[in-house]
């Protein structure tokens, strides 16, 4: 992929934002909490990009990239969907809810649809046990979920187009 298929204009607000940061140390983070918003992910081009700009190593880019599991290196879909495979989710049955969404969807976890629409991974704990089993889209929590209740969270999506 070559940076011009990533948006030069993208770049350039990412190029400004590095310039603007006082301090280039210890930042690293932050920075690319602030290029995966541009982005929507950071695909290799980005992070040699940010080594480049930050006066560090690419593998120490890659490297944080690849801990936290919050960065991702494939583009996600228009909808993100993470359920949550904490123990209390667990124990209240959240493997059947992933199952379900695996079928309805046609992807495994880590995978985004054909069509870009939705993406899907699992997560160790949102923090909300009490609502247990939780799935995400985007930032919207539900609650209590069960394999039956798939079908309508990805039609309720779809319908907010």
Do not use: W
Not at 26 to 41: D, P, T, W
Not at 84 to 93: E, K, P
Request: glycine share 8%; proline share 4%; aromatic share 10%.
């Amino acid at each position: 992929m070559a940076i011009d298929s990533l948006s030069k204009e993208k770049f350039e607000e990412l190029g400004a934002y590095i310039d603007s940061l006082p301090s280039k140390k210890g930042e690293l983070i932050r920075v690319l909490h602030r290029a995966q918003g541009i982005f929507g992910y950071l695909p290799k081009e980005v992070q040699f990009f940010v080594a480049r700009k930050m006066d560090v190593p690419t593998s120490k880019v890659y490297g944080v990239v690849t801990f936290y599991s919050y960065f991702s290196m494939i583009p996600k879909g228009e909808y993100n969907i993470s359920v949550c495979l904490g123990t209390a989710c667990y124990v209240r049955g959240a493997e059947p809810v992933l199952d379900e969404f695996k079928k309805q969807l046609g992807i495994s976890c880590n995978e985004t649809t054909a069509d870009g629409k939705f993406s899907l991974n699992a997560l160790r704990c949102v923090g909300a046990c009490g609502l247990a089993p939780v799935v995400m889209v985007g930032d919207e929590v539900y609650g209590r979920v069960t394999k039956d209740m798939v079908k309508d969270i990805l039609a309720s999506c779809l319908s907010h187009n």
